[in-house]
């Protein structure tokens, strides 16, 4: 009789440990299930400092995603069919112009690569050469509005925030609801879709979104080529090249005016020059 | 009916204020108003001449 309540209380006991390890496995399962799922969202993206409309080079891009990071991409020789002309000249709607010199694209694109659990951007641009900045994830004050509207089989919801000088409005859905977006806009419950200032002379329009995916797309660091030097610099360094690069051009556009005897030029304007003025 | 919608499409999108965005690559397009001239994605001056935006970058 003790024989077989000892073995009924051995069972019992194997049996509760067993549905314990089994609820912990699920869990784990599940939680492994969602961290590994991974999206990609592919846009276009238009960027025309000073012509007060879109009216730039329409890069593709796109935005890979899972729970922990995203990594986003534009400018890259592999997504454009028809590369750009080494110089091209650009009409808005205004009577503005602008004329850009150099190859649009590059082996690796412009990237921004964003990490949760380390509240960090990572990204990469032209600016005479390549440069490469790290930087506690910028803190954008979204708005969120009531209004919503259809992007693709999205419903998205209307947000307002200020970035770097300039006011967006975003477009995030809820029905993926992680903090990314395009560029370096993120920090709203959905993924934006949609994103533009409001001359849009940054202009970010949405394609089509795979998620979960199979694409095997990496969500990488920033890549680099392998000529460029390792190391990241700060966005302060940023901000002095672009202040910089803006008092340079003036000296120049002065030096220009008196040759030719004409009027001396007005000072740039910050952020007609630039998509992130810090002012 | 359907014809005369066809063709009312086509001169709404022909409109310049639909055109939006556009290269304009051949210079003879440009006015003479001074446009920002930008070198691998600095921004260099003002310029008012194809030539000029090039030498700017040189």
């Known amino acids: ?38 999206g990609i969202a592919y846009y276009g993206q238009i960027k025309s400092p000073g012509m007060r409309s879109a009216s730039g080079p329409d890069l593709n891009a796109y935005l890979v995603f ?5 990594y986003y991409v534009t400018a890259k020789d592999s997504l454009e069919k028809d590369l750009y002309d080494n110089q091209s000249i650009f009409k808005g709607n205004n009577e ?10 590059t082996r690796y694109g412009q990237q921004v690569y964003y990490n949760r659990d380390k509240d960090s951007l990572w990204w ?36 307002i925030g200020n970035f770097r000088g300039r006011t967006y409005t975003a477009w995030y859905t809820l029905q993926i609801p ?24 940054m202009y970010l329009y949405f394609k089509n979104v795979e998620y979960p995916t199979t694409n095997e797309a990496p969500i990488s660091q920033v890549r680099r080529p392998g000529g460029d030097p390792d190391g990241w610099q700060t966005i302060q360094d940023f901000e002095k090249m672009e202040r910089k690069s803006l008092v340079k051009a003036y000296n120049s556009m002065v030096l220009r005016a008196e040759k030719k005897g004409t009027e001396k030029p007005k000072k740039p304007v910050f952020q007609e020059i630039y998509i992130e003025s810090f002012e | 009916m359907k014809k005369v919608l066809i063709l009312a499409a086509i001169g709404i999108f022909s409109f310049p204020s639909f055109a939006g965005s556009k290269i304009v690559k ?22 008012s001449t194809v030539q000029e935006a090039l030498d700017m970058c040189n």
């Open chain 1, 96 to 105: 503005q112009q602008v004329a850009y010199n150099g190859g649009k694209t």
């Open chain 1, 124 to 159: 990469s641009q032209r600016f005479r050469g390549n440069i490469y900045i790290a930087e506690e994830r910028p803190i954008i004050e979204w708005k969120l509005q009531s209004e919503t509207k259809e992007i693709g089989n999205f419903k998205a919801h209307k947000a």
């Open chain 1, 66 to 70: 899972n729970q922990e990071h995203s």
């Open chain 2, 26 to 47: 051949n210079a003879s397009n440009l006015k003479e108003a001074d446009f920002a001239v930008y070198c691998d994605g600095v921004y260099a001056g003002q310029a």
């Open chain 1, 1 to 38: 009789m003790l024989k077989a309540m000892l073995h009924f209380i051995f069972i019992s006991y194997n049996f509760l440990i067993m549905k314990q390890f089994c609820i912990l496995l699920f869990f784990s399962l599940m939680n492994f299930t969602l961290q590994a799922q991974k």
């Open chain 1, 178 to 201: 992680l903090p990314y977006g395009p560029w370096k806009l993120q920090g709203l419950p959905g993924l934006i879709l949609e994103a533009y200032d409001q001359k849009k002379e």
